[in-house]
């Protein structure tokens, strides 16, 4: 539709989630005409997010050490780990301030119609965390729809066998949603109200 760069960035643009053609065709347009400065600085922060952001060794949120700073903060609660999907659901979870435990991200969750089973999520590494018998309560806080769902009763049914206090916030939570888009009153109050997960 337009030539050459301009072309090359709207799909670029047009790639990224949530940004339709209308859309990459409007950011596109915006930084065309803003401060070059400004766009620098964008250009920067998309190459040093690549460049030094990683995953922490234990929980797999983002981190920019070995370890994020949850796993490294000595003040979080080492019995209790919560699972989540993504790390965008840390940053959800940490805004209410209701746990001082700490995480475990899976990087999705089971879905079969996506070929995405238990092996492609960070479920081994989690078994290991639980292994040596720090962790007595497992807080499994994916989101709450089908696949949500389905992969905290694998995960319950997993654990089952270790004996461990296995919760689930409780409802009142949007259904079908994501758990960032719970609002963080609603958000702390499913976890203050977690029920017990019996599988
Ligand atoms: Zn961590």
Redesign the pocket.
């Known amino acids: 539709m337009y030539e050459g760069v301009i072309q090359n960035l709207i799909d670029e643009l047009g790639q990224l989630p949530g940004v339709g053609p209308k859309g990459a065709q409007r950011i596109a347009f915006h930084l065309l005409a803003a401060d070059p400065a400004d766009v620098r600085r964008l250009a920067a922060a998309l190459v040093e997010v690549k460049e030094r952001v990683r995953f922490?060794r234990?929980?797999?949120?983002v981190?920019e050490e070995e370890?994020?700073r949850?796993?490294r903060d000595p003040l979080r609660d080492l019995a209790v780990i919560c699972v989540v999907e993504e790390p965008k659901d840390v940053v959800a979870i940490e805004r209410t301030r209701e746990f001082r435990g700490?995480?475990h991200v899976l990087g999705g969750a089971i879905s079969p119609i996506d070929g995405i089973g238990p092996d492609d999520l960070r479920i081994k590494e989690l078994m290991a965390r639980l292994a040596d018998g720090t962790v007595s309560e497992l807080i499994l806080a994916t989101d709450p729809n089908l696949e949500g769902e389905a992969t905290a009763t694998y995960l319950a049914r997993l654990v089952k066998p270790m004996g461990l206090r296995v919760t689930r916030p409780a409802s009142g939570l949007p259904v079908g949603g994501d758990l960032e888009y719970a609002d963080e009153v609603t958000l702390g109050r499913a976890f203050e109200g977690r029920r017990l997960l019996d599988v």
């Open positions: 922490c234990s929980c797999g949120n981190a370890e994020c949850i796993c700490r995480y």
